[in-house]
């Protein structure tokens, strides 16, 4: 069997510690510390020592599980550091890290200068999938499995019965199969009786029920209950489960994970792609040049000003609410887009956790402008708030047990796949592409996974959600892909029929290529260029004091005097002002000079509360109220020439009767209030 290629080791060679050893290995300060925050007891009269029962505790609180209660930013960054592999390397410490190390769910660790960010396998293992994870990986399958699934591989790989908690028994589980070297080899031992019930379950989408799985494997069914069908502990199924490699889910589903399914179907998955270099090598002499064609630009600078565009506005978007449409309109036709193309940026944006200051800022690594485009497409190729199987494919305006996501992985892996094997300067048919499709055999694949999964959702097809591969095919390639920059589209010469390849953009991306090359902001007049090394919450920072430009290509912001002075108006700090575009790029000396002359004092005012303003046309009677001890306690001391200011509190009447006495009538005409002697 072919080997299939190896993944690069990690930045941080050194092995996570096991949980209990973790522990074992802090100082007692810091020990002691964690014990406090985490609200553990330790009893002396146990047999087992205190680092042991703090981790039966860590393992067993329902933070282990779902950390959203710590706070939508302390969760982003869990859920980043879990997608890692548990393990993630960062030259800044995390924001919002403080809750996570103080309930025992993250251990940061100082490193040549930089910071590693642990959560220990038991936890890793138990936190719910997050919206866009591959519910089919293996971090994931672990955590939807049954515990009784969990007991049965903790006991295997433990070498005797598990005992509860479970999730502390997984660290020798999960170090093999946490581990792609360890994996191989662990897959590569199998029987072949095995590793072929493998493959046939990769065929079928990595997921089937019980009676499939026991056609598939040729068991005669052993026990039959309420519930359905119930395989056998005797058979190859129960043997791979209890290895890991094939997991039990909730209604009687059996899946592999996306990890083994990679090892054991990767001979024919190479077949699969030679057939398509011989299907396009075909293809090469009938290639057609487009009449006219849609080219495929970087979404990054529509997404930056309708983030920027939003906070001006001062408009709240929500969690777990779909974007409003009133928003998604303005924004497309105020910046040129599709409504359709503006709600499927901006649903793939907030999947990212742009719309929320706290969770940009709980990025470790930070995000630049240059990253967004690829951030984007790799955001929707997992799945996230973006599904064209349905008809409203905004994830988040379906009710919570409604969301779950389509089986279109496999699609757009082999959609990708060939319009990759075609290079960046070949046209293709589509029509030619769609007949293609249809001759593949994971076509009628995901025509069944599709089928099932409609029915778990209750959806209805031709309603709710399209369920015809080569349909879905067509939104992917015509509407989605283009609009996130990796497929432009042309019309033929003579039948105006669409044309399509893969843009320049969109074949870095799938290279592997990390984003945009590095490009610096820049100035030139009073705009300024956004550069792909600016980073996004720098920008972000400048609403208010920018107005949005042009978005295509480069996102173009114009600064001027207007603009800056609007912001000092509205109550901003002119140096900080100049800091914040100095983040950005280097400041023109005439906006320098322009922040400098609104920064400098050139004179102080008095602030004086009053509540009216006494007309006194006479000098003498002026002196006179205001010498009087009935009168001069009304008025503000000293007032300017032509009247006098009543003191905040005083009311009119009051005013009137105090004056009468001291022999001076006030008279009110239009509106205006004036004093003078009584004759």
Known sequence: MTTPPTVPKPRSTREPLRLIDALKALPPRTF?????????????????????????????????????????AANELLCRVAASGGLLVTAELAAHSEGLVESGLLFVQPIEGCYELWIPSPILLQLKPWLGEDLHGMRALFARTTQEAIAAIASHYLGHTAQAPYALSLEAAWAVLGSREMLLHHVGELPRSEHALLLAVERMGGEVDTLELLELEREPLRMRTATGASASRRGLSYSLERRGLLFALPHGRHAIPTEVADIVAFEERQARK??????????????????????????????????????????????????????????????????????????????????????LRARPDGLRMGQLGKLLFEAWRTGTFWDEARSDRELLRHQP???????????????????????????LPFGTLTAYISSLNELQMVRHLLTRWSMRIGASPGHDVTLDPIDLVSRIVLETLPALGVVDVGRAELDDAPLVRLSTLGRGWLRGDKGASETSSYFTDEALHIGSDAKLLSVLALAGAVEIGSVEGQLTLHVSRHTLGNAIAAGADSRLLEKRIAEVAPLPDNLREVLASAGRVVGTAQWVAACGFLWVVDENVRSLLLERRQTAELFVHPSPQGGLLVTEGVDRDKLVR????????????????????KR
């Open 32 to 72: 002691d510390a964690l014990v406090k925050s985490a609200r553990v007891k330790i009893d002396s009269n146990k047999r087992i020592d205190a680092p042991s029962q703090v981790a039966r505790a860590i393992v067993t609180q329902s933070l282990a599980k779902d950390a959203s209660s710590l706070g939508a």
């Open 274 to 359: 030679a057939g398509r270099r011989a299907a396009v090598a075909k293809l090469e002499s009938h290639e057609e040049l487009p009449r006219r064609a849609r080219y495929a630009s970087d979404p990054s600078p529509f997404l930056a000003a309708c983030l920027l565009a939003t906070r001006e506005a001062q408009i709240e978007v929500r969690a777990e609410i779909g974007t409003p449409k009133t928003l998604v309109a303005r924004l497309a036709t105020r910046f040129g887009r599709t409504p359709e193309d503006a709600s499927l940026i901006i649903a793939v944006g907030r999947s990212l956790g742009l719309w929320d200051d706290a969770l």
């Open 401 to 427: 047990e409604m969301r779950e996501l389509s089986p279109l992985r496999e699609l757009k892996r082999v959609l990708l796949a060939i319009l990759e094997e075609l290079g960046a300067e070949r046209w």
């Open 658 to 677: 105090r004056c009468r006495i001291a022999g001076i009538e006030i008279e009110t005409s239009e509106g205006r209030v004036t004093a003078r002697a």
